[in-house]
């Protein structure tokens, strides 16, 4: 069967890498665009990507789906935050949490993300994907991105950025967003 064409709208090329193994039979590439993306103004992940889906639309080739993605960590001790606004929220996100989580018992947090795949002729699907887990007390580790050094995942005792890109292409939340927009196209 032809490989799905398709476009990730996003300049991130460590989501690209985990979403093209979570995603087997769809040919991804980054959306190139130089008219700068949108700010990230939805009210949720779910806009947000979204957004970011209908954004890519246009500078996609008509017969390419166009992938949106959006993700961010929440910490239960913080109500949630950083949230949607994760990319944003400080120059330095994972000195920023150690900072606010200093002397705080409560270290639980999740990574959430949503993937929303608009195709050719406008079909909308969509996944979500949350990894449960904790904030630790210091940086570990030097693979993945963002707030890996800090996050330790349900059931592990290493952060994400210990446990490698291999465990994130077959873990991560990006990966369990992706798994649920395939059952969701299937
Ligand atoms: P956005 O979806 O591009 O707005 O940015 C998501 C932000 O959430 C990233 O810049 C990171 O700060 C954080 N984030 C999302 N997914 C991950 C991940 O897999 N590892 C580490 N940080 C992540």
Not at 14 to 38: C, F, M, N, S, V
Not at 126 to 139: D, F, H, K, N, Q
Not at 158 to 180: F, P, Y
Request: aromatic share 6%.
């Amino acid at each position: 069967m032809a490989a799905v064409k398709a476009r990730l709208a996003s300049g991130n090329p460590h989501k690209l890498e985990e979403l093209r193994a979570a995603l087997p039979g769809w040919a991804i590439e980054l959306l190139e665009t130089d008219r700068g993306y949108p700010p990230e103004a939805g009210a949720d992940y779910y806009e947000n990507a979204r957004g970011k889906a209908a954004f890519g639309r246009h500078s996609a080739d008509p017969d390419e789906w166009v992938l949106g993605e959006d993700s961010g960590i929440e910490a239960a001790a913080l109500g949630g935050a950083p949230g949607t606004a994760s990319a944003r929220w400080a120059d330095d996100g994972v000195a920023r949490l150690l900072e606010e989580l200093e002397g705080v018992a409560e270290r639980g947090a999740r990574y959430v993300c949503e993937l929303v795949a608009l195709g050719p002729d406008g079909e909308e699907r969509r996944g979500t994907g949350i990894l449960e887990g904790a904030i630790g007390l210091e940086r570990r580790g030097d693979e993945g991105f963002g707030y890996d050094p800090v996050f330790v995942p349900l059931g592990e005792q290493r952060t994400v950025a210990e446990l490698g890109n291999d465990w994130k292409r077959a873990n991560s939340h990006r990966t369990r967003a992706a798994a649920a927009l395939r059952a969701a196209l299937s």
